[in-house]
């Protein structure tokens, strides 16, 4: 992955923001903060602009996925764009037969359980992908100095999808088909992360100053399995963007690279490294079941934290929320620096004041001054 002159990056647009500063390890006075699923249907403008467009049409339209992208940061204030897309965009792009059914997810018309379903997955032509760089190109012209964040899913949860055909509770059948057929296992491992690293890639070209790999689901793997079946492949996605440089007078910088994943207490170490023995990503994302001094205790002095407000208080009392974000600032203190974001999405029935609000108080506490 290479960036051109012009990329936020480079041109020195956002390489000084609070928040690519902090995925380096950077520690501001203040802590910026973002939301996973900060677009969307907490929002009416979201909401608005969907009415009788289907997901994935809106993710391929680069004009609609930008203006998504753009809402919850002018209404937010918050200290990053995230691009509005899908983690089954690329597999779509390769040809493969996707919808995202309305509270449930991603459905797949033929799920892939054999070698030969494997050996079927298309490749993805780098030319499908027009639509995601414009949309990324489209949003970075318009976010000025405030970073887009590219993302993508790692290949284990990408599989989770496939071979169940869509959302499944413990990922049964992907994890049976990882004991019982290695190889068909690791032939899928190996197409997803192709497939998903070309869109990673894909974003971080058109102007993303910083990714993150959601494995979501990897959680409900051992560590044993983790590091054997799963690491390997989530590296291999990594492999195409990590080390894109840029400089910033006579220092070599790279894309801050960020993992993400639920229920993973167990993996936070691997999280880190992804198996390959060295560091894989600048920052990783916490669930709001680990405490980010129990987090920073597992993943050591070289990674930055973030999270993890729980989003079931998005909706308890101001003063608990209120209370819940200092304690999360103050924790977040054990690690070499932190980004404020929630233990998981944004609920769609979130009333998005109280995350305007919630924006508001992590920019006005100095974590400095906060009782340890
Ligand atoms: O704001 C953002 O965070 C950026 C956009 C984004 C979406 N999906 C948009 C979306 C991101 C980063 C994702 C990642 C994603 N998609 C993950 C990993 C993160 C996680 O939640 O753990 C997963 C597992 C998916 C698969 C997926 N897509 C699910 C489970 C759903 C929810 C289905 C539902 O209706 O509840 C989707 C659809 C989806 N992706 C929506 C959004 C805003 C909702 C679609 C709608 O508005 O109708």
Same mark, same amino acid.
């Not at 995925?23 to 910026?32: A, L, M, N």
């Not at 963007?241 to 007078?249: A, E, F, H």
């Given at each position: ?228 079946? @799963? ?5 291999? +996605?990594?492999?195409? #963007?990590? /080390?894109?440089?840029?400089? %910033?007078?006579? *220092? =070599? ?74 304690? @999360? ?5 054990? +690690?070499?620096?932190? #980004?404020? /974001?929630?233990?998981?999405? %944004?609920?769609? *029935? =979130? ?22």
């Amino acid at each position: 992955t290479v960036l051109s002159q012009s990329h936020p990056l480079v041109a020195g647009v956002t390489a000084d923001s609070a928040l690519v500063r902090a995925y380096q390890g950077v520690r501001h006075s203040t802590t910026p903060v973002w939301f996973m699923r900060q677009a969307g249907r907490s929002l009416p403008e979201y909401r608005d602009l969907r009415v009788g467009v289907r997901m994935l049409d809106a993710c391929l339209d680069p004009e609609l996925s930008s203006e998504i992208t753009l809402q919850p940061v002018r209404r937010h204030g918050v200290d990053a764009g995230i691009f509005f897309s899908d983690i089954v965009v690329p597999l779509k792009l390769a040809g493969v037969a996707v919808e995202i059914v309305a509270g449930k997810g991603p459905v797949f018309a033929n799920p892939v359980r054999t070698l030969a379903d494997v050996e079927a997955l298309p490749d993805l032509d780098p030319a499908a992908l027009a639509p995601v760089r414009e949309g990324v190109a489209l949003t970075v012209a318009q976010l000025g100095t405030t970073p887009l964040i590219g993302f993508a899913g790692a290949p284990f949860t990408l599989a989770a999808y496939l071979v169940e055909g869509g959302p499944s509770k413990d990922h049964i059948r992907a994890r049976t088909l990882m004991r019982s057929d290695p190889a068909t296992w690791s032939a899928l491992m190996d197409w997803t992360a192709r497939i998903t690293g070309q869109f990673l890639s894909a974003q971080i070209e058109a102007g993303a100053s910083a990714a993150q790999l959601f494995d979501s689901w990897a959680g409900s793997l051992s560590r044993a399995q983790y590091r054997a079946s @799963v690491a390997p492949a989530s590296a291999q +996605a990594l492999n195409s #963007v990590r /080390n894109t440089t840029y400089q %910033v007078g006579d *220092e =070599t910088r790279t894309v801050p690279l960020i993992h993400f994943g639920l229920v993973s207490t167990q993996l936070l170490p691997d999280f880190r490294t992804l198996g390959t023995g060295e560091r894989m990503v600048d920052a990783v994302g916490v669930d709001y079941r680990t405490p980010l001094d129990e987090a920073a205790t597992l993943l050591g002095s070289d990674v930055t934290l973030q999270g993890n407000i729980d989003p079931a208080l998005l909706t308890a009392p101001w003063e608990r929320l209120a209370e819940e974000a200092h304690t @999360v600032l103050a924790l977040g203190r054990s +690690a070499r620096s932190h #980004v404020a /974001n929630l233990g998981h999405g %944004v609920p769609p *029935e =979130t009333d998005p004041t109280v995350l305007t609000k919630l924006v508001e108080l992590i920019h006005s506490i100095d974590v400095r001054e906060l009782p340890s």
